[in-house]
């Protein structure tokens, strides 16, 4: 300390965190995941982002088939996650029927 060896760490003067006397056992995880900006959702809930992120992308879509394209990927994750037994809730989502999806897509194109 003397020598000055420890003068510019990061976070030097600010409090450390978890000193709160709160433990938790995925403290690391948890930090890692905010210093890098990461977040997790469990499967049964990432599922149903993607699937407001792929009903957005298929409003944008200018063609037929990146509308099918977007469909059938999403459908492909939809029936993975319900097939597996995820941790989290359970899983509401049901496939897209991508006839009806096309169709809506054709109607607001007209």
């Known amino acids: 300390m003397e020598r000055g060896e420890f003068e510019n760490l990061p976070g030097r003067g600010q409090a450390l965190e978890g000193i709160d006397g709160h433990h938790d056992e995925d403290?690391?995880?948890?930090?890692?995941?905010?210093?890098?900006?990461?977040?997790?959702?469990?499967?049964?809930?990432?599922?149903?982002?993607?699937?407001?992120?792929?009903?957005?992308?298929?409003?944008?879509?200018?063609?037929?088939?990146?509308?099918?394209?977007?469909v059938g990927d999403i459908n492909a994750r939809i029936r993975d996650v319900n097939r597996r037994g995820a941790a989290g809730p359970p899983s509401t989502v049901m496939p897209l029927d991508e006839e009806a999806v096309v169709a809506t897509w054709r109607a607001s194109r007209a």
Request: glycine share 4%; hydrophobic share 45%.
């Open 27 to 70: 403290w690391w995880l948890k930090s890692k995941l905010r210093r890098e900006r990461l977040s997790y959702l469990p499967p049964t809930l990432a599922v149903r982002k993607e699937l407001e992120e792929a009903r957005a992308a298929i409003a944008g879509a200018q063609r037929e088939g990146v509308v099918r394209r977007i």
